[in-house]
């Protein structure tokens, strides 16, 4: 249901070719979202071995949000090394709670 949305939301809006750009911690459900969206790119990680190097390091915030913003950096790193295919590009560091956003 979660896929489908954004298909018929984000990416497919209006028939415009979307280039889409994917980073997940769920690296078990590669190719469910291979087979899911056209990714122009994605990275599939393990979130364990950042948590223990980060530990400590933001006292302030928990692990969930620490996790979710380097997903983010990590997508929008990755949208800036591609050259545009399309005129429309989605930046998606989740798309449902096992990645992190839009």
Excluded at 60 to 88: C, D, G, K, N
Aim: glycine share 4%.
């Amino acid at each position: 249901m979660c896929a489908n949305s954004i298909l018929r939301h984000i990416v497919s809006f209006n028939g415009i070719p979307t280039d889409v750009f994917l980073h997940t911690w769920s690296y078990d459900l590669e190719s469910q979202f291979r087979g899911l969206f056209n990714l122009t790119a994605a990275e599939f990680e393990h979130n364990q071995p950042y948590e223990a190097q980060m530990k400590g390091l933001f006292p302030a915030y928990s692990w969930a949000e620490i996790s979710y913003t380097l997903s983010v950096q990590r997508v929008v790193r990755r949208s800036r090394i591609f050259p545009p295919q399309h005129y429309y590009r989605v930046a998606c560091g989740g798309l449902c709670k096992s990645t992190a956003a839009l």
